[in-house]
């Protein structure tokens, strides 16, 4: 089946550093990376939507200054949480979408995102 | 975003029996989608139905969907502890192959 890797797995970053975060397809091409949030015991919050070589689209209420998305080949897209807040900590999830009918996501493990 | 609504919002059962989760959403659908988390992981893709299908099942997975009421459910026969996790009813995709996601209903098998 069509796998997706995150890394890392889990950051612990000082207030103000800013940490990308890495999305990969390992063996398939994606066309269509989302990215998600998720607070302790919450359903995930999409944040933004990745195309191959173009901006992202971000949901309303989502700082595109804040949280930047580089979908710069069918296989990677990186989210970068700049100047880090306390707030910004929570769960980042990566999905790929293969672009076949079944319009199915297939979801990296997660990153934890911890800022002291 | 969210539309989904799923019930119950925790179950607990013993090992053996079988478990039920619903899920109603508000707009119509192209599919929808169920999802699996274990704590603190990503989400693994379980079953998807299509608008046009009543019925589909996987191994022990049984999701049923009812387009008229704007409903499905998942049922898991003998359940195991290793079901235990959150499960996620997903609808779409809208024309940006977004999904939208009901709040999760966590289930805990006690052996």
């Known amino acids: 089946g069509a796998v997706v890797s995150q890394h890392p797995s889990w950051v612990i970053c000082k207030s103000g550093t800013s940490v990308k975060i890495e999305c990969r397809s390992l063996?398939?091409?994606?066309?269509?990376m989302f990215w998600y949030r998720q607070f302790p015991k919450q359903s995930l919050m999409l944040m933004a939507t990745?195309?191959?070589?173009?901006?992202?689209?971000?949901e309303q209420g989502v700082e595109k200054d804040k949280f930047l998305i580089n979908h710069a080949s069918l296989t990677l897209s990186t989210l970068t949480v700049t100047s880090a807040h306390p707030e910004d900590s929570s769960f980042y999830i990566c999905?790929?979408?293969?672009?076949?009918?079944?319009?199915?996501?297939?979801f990296g493990p997660g990153t934890r995102l911890t800022v002291l | 975003s969210q539309q989904g609504e799923e019930d119950p919002q925790a179950l607990s059962i013993q090992e053996g029996e079988n478990a039920t989760m619903n899920c109603s959403y508000k707009?119509?659908?192209?599919?929808l989608q169920w999802y699996r988390q274990n704590s603190g992981r990503g989400l693994v893709h379980l079953i998807l139905?299509?608008?046009n299908e009543r019925e589909k099942h996987s191994g022990r997975l049984r999701v049923t969907l009812d387009t008229s009421k704007k409903s499905s459910s998942l049922l898991i026969t003998a359940s195991r502890a290793a079901d235990t996790a959150s499960y996620f009813c997903a609808t779409g995709p809208d024309s940006n192959y977004q999904l939208i996601w009901g709040a999760g209903t966590k289930l805990i098998i006690k052996p």
């Open positions: 063996d398939f091409q994606a066309t269509t």
């Open positions: 707009t119509s659908i192209n599919n």
């Open positions: 999905s790929a979408r293969t672009g076949s009918l079944e319009d199915t996501q297939y």
């Open positions: 990745s195309n191959e070589g173009s901006k992202a689209t971000y």
């Open positions: 139905i299509r608008s």
